[in-house]
């Protein structure tokens, strides 16, 4: 809704199917703020299609759309239901005052009889406070803006750490961030979690700071001491990311990246949906690119024998329905563009 400036003074509409109380509102508020007025629900509503007033006034009784029809429909409209509402009635009836109040008015002023001074005060204390509350969230959002933009940032700088590490393994935690992030849409997730599940996929090898780089960057066949000490990357991550409250969940996918559908894994041997979904999405997302991109061990494999591969381990080592779905976006994927770009 495009937002219209008519000066430096505060725009209150008034509405109300009366003339006398038009002209009455119009004389007592006039000197301090820019006033408006329109004489139906209709008429209201048709006003705040084009225009932002700081304030409505907004008569009870009213022919066509009544003042609760024409109030529900302003708070039920994301261009319009931040606007605060004061109603206007000559109702002494206290159920009255509960409805609108429950239906979102702000507050609630009596026309038997109307009296300036009050008007006055209300009108001030209202569009007071809706500024000191939209000033609030102003800085919320930007105080969270700040925190989402570092979050990330710094998700992104633990996950480069990793990468250094191997020089073939470079851009293999943004790889598989990127596959979970887009198994978790495609399972209907919510954006909000979606982006977790980003930062877990992220910093699911984190763990692996910990491992000798002599071992991480070892062509050739691990010993058995060796692969035990792989193995303890996954404890290790979850030590490193557990302090870190503003994502509560993120040790969960380097905790238990490696654990396997049917009990096999590491490093608590959980088996089936005793392993955290979040987990068994990265465990998909992460075999995924191991195979389809370049490693001191192994080259990128052809498309149709990583499809296999995962059709193999589907309900073994994957979840089947994960499993599935990362099934469809190979299948999608006519060209092979979802690897390593070399």
């Known amino acids: 809704?495009?937002?219209?400036?008519?000066g430096t003074l505060e725009e209150i509409l008034v509405v109300d199917d009366s003339s006398m109380i038009l002209s009455l509102m119009r004389r007592i508020l006039d000197k301090n703020y820019s006033v408006h007025t329109v004489a139906s629900g209709e008429e209201c509503l048709q006003f705040v299609q084009s225009h932002t007033p700081d304030l409505i006034l907004l008569d009870f009784h009213m022919k066509g759309i009544d003042g609760m029809e024409?109030?529900?429909r302003l708070k039920t409209d994301p261009n319009t239901n931040l606007i605060p509402v004061i109603f206007l009635t000559g109702d002494e009836h206290n159920e009255t005052e509960i409805l609108s109040l429950q239906e979102g008015a702000i507050d609630f002023i009596s026309k038997n009889p109307l009296v300036p001074g009050v008007l006055l005060q209300r009108v001030k204390n209202t569009i007071a406070l809706t500024s000191l509350q939209r000033n609030l969230q102003e800085e919320?959002?930007?105080q969270t803006l700040q925190i989402k933009v570092l979050t990330r940032e710094i998700t992104e700088a633990l996950?480069?750490?990793?990468?250094?590490?191997?020089?073939?393994?470079?851009?293999?935690?943004?790889r598989v961030a990127k596959y979970s992030a887009e198994i978790a849409r495609r399972m209907g997730k919510s954006p909000k979690e979606q982006e977790e599940i980003y930062y877990m996929g992220l910093l699911h090898d984190i763990g692996k700071i910990a491992v000798a780089g002599s071992i991480i960057r070892k062509n050739a066949r691990l010993t058995e001491d060796e692969f035990e000490e792989v193995k303890e990357h996954p404890m290790a991550g979850y030590e490193i990311l557990k302090t870190i409250t503003v994502?509560?969940?993120l040790p969960l996918?380097?905790?238990?990246?490696?654990?396997?559908?049917?009990?096999s894994g590491y490093p608590d041997g959980l088996k089936g949906y005793q392993i955290p979904e979040v987990a068994r999405i990265i465990a998909v997302a992460d075999v995924y690119d191991a195979m389809t991109s370049k490693r001191a061990y192994s080259e990128i494999r052809p498309q149709a024998e990583v499809r296999a591969e995962i059709e193999r381990c589907r309900g073994t080592y994957f979840d089947p329905d994960i499993a599935n779905i990362m099934l469809r976006m190979i299948d999608e994927d006519k060209n092979y563009s979802m690897r390593e770009q070399i």
């Open 140 to 142: 919320v959002n930007r």
């Open 159 to 174: 996950s480069k750490t990793v990468d250094a590490k191997d020089h073939y393994t470079k851009g293999h935690s943004a």
């Open 253 to 263: 996918g380097a905790k238990y990246h490696h654990e396997h559908f049917d009990g």
């Open 247 to 249: 994502l509560p969940n």
């Open 1 to 6: 809704m495009e937002n219209v400036s008519f």
């Open 70 to 72: 024409t109030l529900h």
